[in-house]
């Protein structure tokens, strides 16, 4: 290709390790299956009509990444770890990674907790030169006074809320997350949603440069339980 930039463009229907073709290349595009209208949006985005990207839905691992585990052990704990939440290794795009034409920076606040609920506001800025879309992710994250203290897997992060919007050149905009204290539990070694009294953090991400995170203090001790196998049977008695 000479001196002219490189664009790697993946259609495919799930993940893939594509360690040897970044040398070459400027900017990665995973369009995944676009489907019937997907050409046509993927043209406008590439000649720049369209500055409305995504983020990586999944963790993208390297080409060793088969060799470190059994493949055919689908516990998320077994080292290395599956997914973003469990994952102990560098992966080669983290989950919720992406980028766009233009830069943001975000910033937020925690409002007054309302029963059952955590809220939170945040205002995101382009900062850049064009306009343009961006996701602001909300993940969850047990402090480490909780979280030595519990026997079961506990994830490093989950994600817990998301939203997107679309600001002109220097505009800025308000998000506003209301997250119910049962996002906050987490699956237990009995299999149901345990909400633990302490701290927590609430990080906010973007997929590319700084995270905010704040703490939230929970007081209350919830249990929701699932409906497990060994009840199925009984439903229909």
Known sequence: AGAKAVVLLLCNGGALSFDSLLEPVAAVIEAFNPA?????????LLFGLENRWGKLPITIYGENYSKELDIKDMSF???????????????????????????????????????????FTCTVKNTGAREGDEVLQVYHRLSDSIRSGLSHPVPFRRLIAFDRLSLARAAQGQLFFSIPMKS??????????????????????????HELSLEVEI??????RNLHPETWSSMYI
């Open 184 to 209: 906050f539990a987490l699956t237990n070694a009995d299999g149901d949603y345990e909400l633990y009294p302490g701290k927590h953090h609430v990080i906010f991400s973007r997929g590319l440069g």
């Open 77 to 119: 704990t077994t080292a290395p770890g599956r997914s973003y939440r469990y994952y102990t290794g560098t992966p080669l795009y983290r989950f919720g990674d992406g980028m766009s034409y233009t830069s943001f920076a975000h910033n937020c606040s925690t409002t007054a907790l309302t029963v059952g609920f955590a809220n």
């Open 36 to 44: 019937q209208h997907g050409p046509r949006a993927l043209a406008d």
């Open 219 to 224: 007081n209350q001790h919830e249990l929701h």
